[in-house]
């Protein structure tokens, strides 16, 4: 059927919200995140940033649907929604529940009936499994996205003179537990690992199984931010700016000479002189992302989990874990309060800082980060969400099946 006219114009209108729109979506979402000063910008917007023909289709496919409706502003109305959420429309309705079935649905579609065989060798999933086990309720670690305050629940609950009562109101017991990651301080029983291997399958076959996730580029920038940036007396995160980035700083430089790096790599900045190091964003992001891991000497800090692949940190596609609940670190309170109803736990969810990080970065280094994501090009961003296509589509944060 041919088109009238007046749809003729609004194809043309919408072609140019496509354009438009997100880049002051980029600087109201990324830097946001990672509470830095926001100003307006002409930079992409991270979230749905994808190759020029990847967006088009994405965008396409949604005017091809909304085209038979009269209703103008119900298409302009889609089409904001997609330059300005956090995830695709369709999957941000979805209950973590639904979310799961989505996940096991596009993980098969994906690796086939086998499924995804890839594991992470140097921090093994069953050390990443915390168990409530009068809940009967396991749940897989995933940095970035929750997980240190989730642990903060289960560790607390490990030690059975605990109760979940006494966390009602300000979870204040929750608040003592600075450091809830190393595995000395979980009560026995209450990691997977501790388990003999007909006990771990036996959990993992009838308890009730949930991850959080998040936008794969956003886990790895906000990783850099925590990780690699600005000043802290935390003996924990001064390791991570010292020992693990003066490694990365050396075998960047080893790989530039030996390699044909990527260009964005071999335009970033880095300084292996300088005490501690500096890794600029870019040069980070294209070290983590575009450079393969078999490529790296140090694969043990270059596949750390705070900035490693989800998808086999939790064998998230293996077929033999499938996931019950699959939370979204961007819808916040509401995934997060299904997981605290689902286990009877009357408290709110703690938002304890590990850090106070945000209180020691001063303001010219906020300035400086600022800079660094404002300098990311789209293209760059659109080649790093390529390279992350297969992660982002089945955990749900686009609905474009990578190539």
């Given at each position: 059927m041919r088109l009238k006219k007046t749809h003729k114009i609004c194809i043309i209108f919408i072609s140019l919200l496509i354009v438009l729109l997100p880049n002051q979506a980029f600087r109201e979402t990324v830097l946001e995140v990672f509470v830095v000063p926001v100003q307006p910008s002409n930079q992409v917007d991270l979230?749905?940033?994808?190759?020029?023909?990847?967006?088009?289709?994405?965008?396409?496919?949604?005017?091809?649907?909304?085209?038979?409706?009269?209703?103008?502003?119900?298409?302009?109305?889609?089409?904001?929604?997609?330059?300005?959420?956090?995830?695709?429309?369709?999957?941000?309705?979805?209950?973590?529940?639904?979310?799961?079935?989505?996940?096991?649905?596009?993980?098969q579609e994906v690796f086939g009936e086998g499924g995804d065989t890839q594991t992470n060798l140097h921090?093994?999933?069953?050390?990443?499994?915390?168990?409530?086990n009068t809940e009967k309720i396991?749940?897989?670690?995933?940095?970035?996205?929750?997980?240190?305050?989730?642990?903060?629940?289960?560790?607390?609950?490990s030690d059975s003179s605990h109760s979940a009562v006494?966390?009602?109101?300000?979870?204040?017991?929750?608040?003592?537990?600075?450091?809830?990651?190393?595995?000395?301080?979980?009560?026995?029983?209450s990691v997977l690992d501790h388990l003999p291997r007909e006990e771990q399958d036996r959990v993992m076959e009838t308890y009730f199984k949930f991850i959080f996730v998040r936008d794969p580029l956003k886990k790895v920038i906000s990783a850099y931010r925590d990780k690699f940036y600005g000043q802290?007396?935390?003996?924990?995160?001064?390791?991570?700016?010292?020992?693990?980035?003066?490694?990365?700083?050396?075998?960047?430089?080893?790989?530039?000479?030996?390699?044909?790096?990527?260009?964005?790599?071999?335009?970033?900045?880095?300084?292996?002189?300088?005490?501690?190091?500096?890794?600029?964003?870019q040069t980070f992001l294209a070290w983590v992302v575009l450079v393969p891991l078999e490529s790296k000497n140090d694969s043990n800090r270059n596949d750390n989990p705070h900035w490693a692949p989800s998808l086999p940190l939790c064998?998230?596609?293996?077929?033999?874990?499938?996931?019950?609940?699959?939370?979204?670190?961007?819808?916040?309170?509401?995934?997060?309060?299904?997981?605290?109803?689902h286990a009877k736990w009357d408290f709110p969810f703690p938002n304890v800082n590990d850090t106070q990080f945000d209180t020691v970065l001063s303001d010219k280094e906020k300035e400086d980060f600022t800079e660094q994501v404002n300098d990311l090009s789209s293209e760059f961003?659109?080649?790093l969400n390529n390279a992350l296509a297969v992660e982002r589509y089945i955990l749900g944060y686009t609905d474009l099946k990578p190539g």
């Open positions: 979230r749905n940033s994808k190759t020029a023909d990847a967006g088009s289709q994405t965008n396409g496919e949604i005017i091809k649907k909304s085209i038979g409706s009269s209703d103008l502003h119900e298409l302009k109305t889609s089409m904001m929604k997609t330059s300005s959420d956090s995830t695709d429309t369709y999957e941000q309705k979805l209950s973590g529940w639904e979310r799961a079935a989505l996940v096991r649905f596009r993980c921090y093994p999933f069953e050390k990443r499994i915390f168990l409530a396991a749940y897989c670690a995933i940095a970035k996205a929750f997980s240190s305050n989730m642990k903060r629940i289960f560790l607390y609950l006494d966390l009602r109101g300000d979870n204040g017991p929750l608040q003592q537990i600075h450091y809830p990651h190393q595995q000395n301080f979980w009560k026995n029983g802290s007396d935390d003996i924990f995160h001064a390791y991570f700016r010292n020992t693990i980035a003066a490694a990365m700083c050396r075998d960047i430089e080893r790989y530039k000479q030996e390699f044909s790096a990527p260009s964005y790599l071999m335009e970033g900045d880095i300084d292996c002189t300088r005490q501690p190091v500096f890794i600029g964003l064998r998230i596609c293996s077929s033999s874990v499938k996931f019950d609940f699959v939370g979204h670190f961007e819808e916040g309170d509401g995934d997060t309060k299904d997981i605290l109803d961003v659109s080649e």
